[in-house]
């Protein structure tokens, strides 16, 4: 009787060098799904380091163009744009958003001016806007829901008037993406791509964020009130379904390392594309691990697979253009 050989399987003779591990390799990143987020803000002269985000800054009007220069030079073609604006402008309902010719419309324009290929994404939130530091407008001491959403849609026509490729409503009120839907094709925008945060939750890792635009909560209503539980997973397909309903071309999960289970749910349940958020506090978090040597660079390409890996489409991180400069693309 012949002696049973020892495992036929070796997992390990695909793991022997680096060419024969690229070739069986499950995941990729290609830089072209890679969004970098970008601060601007309406009274800074020049651009100016966001301390609870090293490496990342609050650019001024000027900056912000050259910074995009370079980025597309790199080979980064999406950004998010998100402003800061300065604090006598906000108030309790947010109403510089809905001027048409406010900063981040101004903004907009000079930037698709220049870089018409650009693809420019907006956030359609009231958040910069209001005194409140909320995404909604506060009636009777609440986040009243359908006042809201006039406020979203009117804000909405007035970005993708200024030429925003794609608005991604990110203030979890229900039946926005109905709304400015609709309030799109009014205004005859058929091809303004809406990126829904749908899966949006209330996290403790948006602080950095908040201190980028300035919207730190100053009212005791909490932001639990509208974005998700943590602790749901079945509520973000909810979500989920009624935005693609709605109207919504693509949805986001967000933050993302927290909620991979969130994007691999979704992605195997629906058939949108699902972008992920790796929010500001997940950027802090390596960022200042590596630069107090806990942990190498190489925990970035690390992180970023893991999003791909659970089923993302396209990642917004603002390692974005770091990859770029490191990487023709990780395999
Ligand atoms: C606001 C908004 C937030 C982020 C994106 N849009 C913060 C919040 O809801 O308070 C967070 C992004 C990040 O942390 O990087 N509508």
Not at 100 to 107: P, R
Not at 167 to 172: I, V
Not at 197 to 209: D, E, V
Request: with cysteine; net charge negative; proline share 4%.
């Amino acid at each position: 009787m012949q002696k049973k050989l020892f495992p036929r399987a070796r997992p390990r003779r695909l793991r022997l060098n680096q060419t024969i591990r690229d070739l069986v390799s499950e995941t990729s990143i290609n830089k072209s799904k890679l969004i970098q987020p970008l601060f601007v803000s309406d009274t800074l002269k020049q651009k100016e380091e966001i301390v609870t985000m090293p490496g990342q800054y609050l650019y001024s009007s000027d900056d912000i163009l050259s910074e995009i220069d370079e980025l597309t030079d790199l080979g980064i073609n999406t950004i998010a744009l998100f402003p800061n604006i300065e604090s006598d402008l906000k108030d309790i309902s947010g109403s510089e958003a809905l001027k048409e010719d406010n900063f981040i419309c101004s903004i907009v324009r000079q930037i698709k001016k220049r870089f018409p290929e650009l693809v420019i994404i907006t956030d359609v939130a009231l958040d910069p806007y209001t005194s409140s530091g909320h995404d909604g407008i506060i009636l009777d001491n609440k986040i009243d829901n359908d006042v809201t959403l006039d406020a979203l849609s009117k804000m909405s026509i007035n970005l993708a008037s200024s030429g925003a490729d794609i608005l991604a409503p990110s203030d979890m009120m229900d039946g926005r993406i109905g709304k400015i839907r609709d309030s799109l094709e009014k205004n005859n925008f058929k091809d303004t791509i809406l990126l829904s945060y749908a899966a949006k939750y209330a996290s403790n890792f948006y602080g950095p964020f908040r201190d980028a635009v300035g919207s730190q909560q100053t009212e005791g209503i909490s932001k639990k009130t509208y974005q998700m539980d943590s602790k749901n997973l079945k509520e973000a397909y909810k979500e989920f379904l009624l935005d693609i309903n709605e109207g919504a071309d693509i949805l986001m999960v967000k933050p993302a390392m927290p909620y991979l289970d969130v994007i691999n749910d979704l992605s195997q349940k629906t058939s949108v594309p699902i972008f992920a958020y790796q929010v500001s506090g997940e950027y802090a978090m390596l960022k200042l691990g590596i630069d107090k040597k806990i942990f190498d660079h190489n925990v970035i390409p690390e992180a970023l697979i893991s999003l791909f890996r659970a089923g993302s489409s396209s990642v917004i991180t603002y390692f974005a253009r770091w990859v770029a400069e490191n990487y023709d693309n990780i395999s």
